[in-house]
């Protein structure tokens, strides 16, 4: 990242993981102009987290690039999708705390999920969203399977099946349609290539969608040489498998997690 760069309507993105965090810059034209991915020990905390972040979000940053607009990103599997006959606002922390350990502060939100008629509720990091909403005012803030949702939502082909995967680092994300409604949505750990195989072909025979009509498409860390053994396993069970991630000429298309981020827009 040039230090000297100045840039007009550019546009800042901050994926937060479980393990670090990337921020991604776009130009007016969506172009990636810098990217950063910075990683955090496994036994550091949210403290920890948020002092990373500090220590490359800051003010610096957003004059260097003349950021006008901010994204935030959480990537972690604390969540879960409420359809809205059965969400009520003020029982929120009820709809997450039968499937991820809650801690005492733990704040809590929610993204709308219109086309679904559903609501995915999660754990944003409180403290570093008030930091960045000192440093540089209000902004929006999401959950990646909010993201994928709404993109699984707009490519799924009508009276089909058809699964959207996600490669992260860690986790793994799929959303499952049946004639473009939602079946499914989900995050997996994997450690071996065997588990992602596993988990794919695993949701795909409990929703019980036909692994020889099935469309799957995968975008995210698709170069990463510990998901090459799961894609190969994965194709000698499916069919018909499409790789979306975007093109781009950019000079970080071969940074670690650079696909993971990028491809999410």
Request: hydrophobic share 40%.
């Amino acid at each position: 990242m040039s230090e000297n760069s100045v840039h007009t309507k550019s546009r800042l993105s901050i994926f937060i993981l479980q393990d670090g965090f990337s921020f991604l810059i776009l130009n007016e034209l969506s172009n990636p102009i810098a990217f950063d991915y910075v990683k955090q020990k496994e036994t550091d905390s949210i403290t920890g987290l948020l002092k990373l972040l500090k220590s490359k979000i800051n003010a610096q940053l957003i004059e260097d690039y003349q950021i006008e607009t901010l994204e935030v990103i959480y990537g972690n599997p604390q969540f879960s999708i409420v359809p809205n006959d059965y969400f009520e606002k003020s029982h929120i922390s009820h709809y997450i705390k039968y499937n991820s350990k809650l801690i005492e502060g733990d704040d809590f939100s929610y993204d709308d999920l219109p086309v679904t008629k559903a609501k995915n509720v999660y754990i944003p990091y409180i403290n570093i969203n008030n930091y960045l909403f000192e440093e540089f005012g209000s902004f929006k803030f999401s959950h990646i399977l909010s993201v994928l949702i709404e993109k699984g939502t707009l490519e799924a082909p009508p009276k089909a099946e058809f699964v959207l995967l996600h490669l992260g680092a860690q986790l793994i994300y799929i959303a499952a349609y049946k004639n473009q409604n939602l079946q499914v949505a989900n995050a997996f750990e994997c450690g071996t290539a065997e588990d992602l195989a596993y988990y794919v072909l695993f949701t795909i025979e409990e929703l019980k969608f036909d692994r020889e009509q099935l469309l799957l498409q995968m975008t995210g860390n698709l170069t990463h040489p510990e998901h090459q053994p799961a894609i190969e396993l994965i194709q000698n069970y499916i069919k018909t498998i499409e790789f979306q991630n975007k093109e781009s000429s950019t000079q970080f298309i071969h940074q670690e997690a650079f696909e993971n981020h990028f491809n999410l827009f």
